[in-house]
């Protein structure tokens, strides 16, 4: 059975362009979430959807948006980027409430 | 949510037992405890979680005190791919509690 898995794995944006990463849960998944972890930090909780709906954002600026879609896929998108936005974004899954969350590899963001 | 502490780092001599403790004094009835590693720039990987009972896996044990304030991960026997940040979590079963909040866990290295 395929793990979580994101695209891309590596992506370099100037500073004010916009990216979008993918995230495609293990199958019958219905949460995914995302996480941001800047060098040499903890993650940082992002974002949290479930069943298609955004179900709580972690305490950053409106510029982090996403979506879920009808297969249970997930994008973030980063737009205005900043230096500061230079992390390794990570997405997971979940079947259930109380089950464990599995991780995908996570997109390196270089913002330059 | 509930918070954890856990101490910044540790060591350990290959083939001995790693305990790794987490504080959570502030954890609610219907919170789990949750242990996640992660090996440098991968993604975190899940280990173990529970309740109130000891649990044991293929990977590690958990034992929580009576009290549930606090835990202890076990990996019986270390190896050096067990060096990893070690992420003690808690984790509510509805709503905005199901996301996990992590810390800056335990860099555990183990020596040869």
């Known amino acids: 059975e395929a793990g979580v898995t994101q695209s891309p794995t590596h992506l370099i944006k100037t500073r004010g362009q916009q990216a979008t990463l993918r995230c495609s849960p293990i199958?019958?998944?219905?949460?995914v979430y995302w996480y941001q972890q800047a060098l040499g930090l903890g993650l940082q909780f992002l974002l949290w959807?479930?069943?298609?709906?955004?179900?709580n954002r972690g305490n950053f600026p409106p510029r982090f948006s996403g979506r879920q879609f009808p297969n249970y896929s997930s994008e973030l998108n980063v737009n205005a980027l900043e230096l500061e936005d230079s992390a390794l974004y990570l997405c997971?899954?979940?079947?259930?409430?109380?089950?464990?969350?599995?991780f995908g590899q996570g997109t390196r963001l270089t913002v330059v | 949510d509930a918070k954890t502490t856990q101490p910044t780092s540790m060591d350990c001599a290959e083939g001995r037992a790693a305990n790794l403790p987490c504080n959570h004094s502030?954890?609610?009835?219907?919170?789990?405890v949750y242990w996640y590693r992660q090996i440098h720039s991968q993604g975190p990987q899940y280990i173990i979680h529970?309740?109130?009972?000891?649990e044991t896996n293929e990977m590690a044990s958990l034992i929580i005190t009576e009290d549930r304030k606090s835990s202890t991960l076990i990996l019986p026997h270390a190896t050096l791919r067990d060096t990893a940040v070690y992420y003690c979590?808690?984790?509510?079963?509805?709503?905005?509690?199901?996301?996990?909040?992590w810390g800056l866990g335990t860099s555990l290295a183990v020596n040869p």
């Open positions: 529970g309740l109130k009972n000891n």
């Open positions: 502030t954890i609610s009835g219907n919170e789990y």
């Open positions: 199958s019958g998944h219905t949460s």
């Open positions: 979590i808690v984790r509510g079963v509805a709503g905005n509690n199901r996301k996990l909040i």
């Open positions: 959807y479930d069943e298609g709906e955004e179900r």
């Open positions: 997971a899954s979940s079947l259930v409430a109380i089950a464990e969350a599995f």
